[in-house]
């Protein structure tokens, strides 16, 4: 009797074992977006729950639309703030890719953000030479450092910062490490436009298929230029097509993309970036640093860099689109 009960336990085991993996769907909102997130598993795992967790406590920590969370705090100049994991990471990640891009990715952006009108507070009225070599005193990732207590120390208490072009992206990665710690091996995260995989699509065993927008693409009714395959990867892309405003006074159109060399928000040739890397919060930064630092300067960024593909369309000397491209991209790219 023993045997036969030994018997039909381990077949119950096997059984689970080989279970199909089933595909689930869920969506939400996060970020001032919204994401959709496909997984694959043995059974309905529940996980709305846990994907608003990470999104709160990311929120909590750097978004600058909340006028609690800990980044908002710091840049009312409370000092007291002693900095989380989340902080922490988005600080290391950003000193990495301002080193690499030569400051062309920073954070202390802030100050210009909101004096061009793309922040919480109302635009200058004018700004010019002197008005930005004032607020560039405040720009400079050189400025601010962190304490062997986890507590940020500014140059100046202007200093401003923004975490925007790597939070999304972090925030990603951290709902993919929620769903592995939930033992799921094959999913993707699309956000706000970015994505994150792991492992395959399983109803087609194969890499994941996405798309990279066109530029001219509308909102109700996007459009694609390519479609890529990603395994174990993340992608990320940025453009200044839909991210702008004109100013009602001079009908001056200001880009979202912020240059914290000069101070200006004007386009360069580049007109929109998508970057394949590991993490969506390293894609996330580097598409906005190459969108800033236009074709020539991102080429010679991308010679050195390692895990980093782009793919970005330019506007060349006749202004016509054109679209260079890694070699490394390219063999993401589907026929």
């Not at 929620?178 to 699509?201: A, D, Q």
């Not at 453009?239 to 159109?253: A, E, H």
Request: proline residues 2%.
């Amino acid at each position: 009797m023993k045997k036969l009960l030994a018997i039909f336990a381990g077949f119950i085991i096997l059984s689970c074992v080989n279970k199909t993996p089933q595909k689930f769907v869920i969506q939400g909102e996060a970020f001032g977006t919204t994401y959709t997130i496909q997984t694959y598993s043995s059974e309905n795992i529940p996980l709305e729950k846990g994907v608003d967790s990470v999104i709160y406590k990311v929120n909590k920590s750097v978004s600058i639309y909340l006028p609690k969370s800990d980044i908002s705090k710091i840049n009312k100049g409370d000092t007291t703030i002693v900095v989380d994991k989340i902080f922490q990471d988005n600080f290391h990640i950003s000193a990495m890719v301002h080193k690499s891009t030569n400051g062309y990715f920073d954070p202390t952006i802030g100050v210009l953000r909101n004096a061009y009108g793309f922040g919480d507070t109302k635009p200058l009225k004018k700004i010019d030479s002197l008005t930005l070599d004032s607020l560039l005193q405040f720009v400079g990732y050189n400025k601010v450092s962190l304490s062997a207590e986890n507590k940020i120390i500014k140059r100046h208490p202007a200093i401003y910062f923004d975490f925007n072009a790597v939070a999304k992206g972090y925030g990603i990665d951290q709902i993919g490490n929620f769903l592995e710690s939930r033992g799921i091996k094959n999913y993707l995260i699309e956000l706000g436009g970015e994505i994150l995989t792991k492992g395959k699509n399983l109803d087609k065993n194969k890499n994941w298929v996405v798309g990279i927008e066109n530029v001219d693409s509308q909102l109700e009714d996007r459009s694609y230029s390519s479609t890529v395959t990603l395994h174990n990867e993340a992608m990320a892309a940025s453009g200044n097509y839909r991210k702008f405003r004109i100013d009602s006074l001079t009908g001056k159109k200001y880009v979202h993309t912020l240059n914290p060399i000069t101070g200006s928000a004007e386009t360069s040739d580049v007109t929109s970036a998508t970057v394949i890397a590991s993490t969506c919060a390293v894609a996330d930064a580097y598409a906005t640093s190459f969108m800033a630092l236009g074709l020539g300067k991102s080429k010679e960024v991308l010679k050195n860099l390692n895990g980093i593909e782009a793919y970005l369309t330019y506007n060349d000397k006749n202004n016509k689109e054109q679209v260079f491209i890694t070699e490394g991209f390219k063999k993401h790219l589907t026929e």
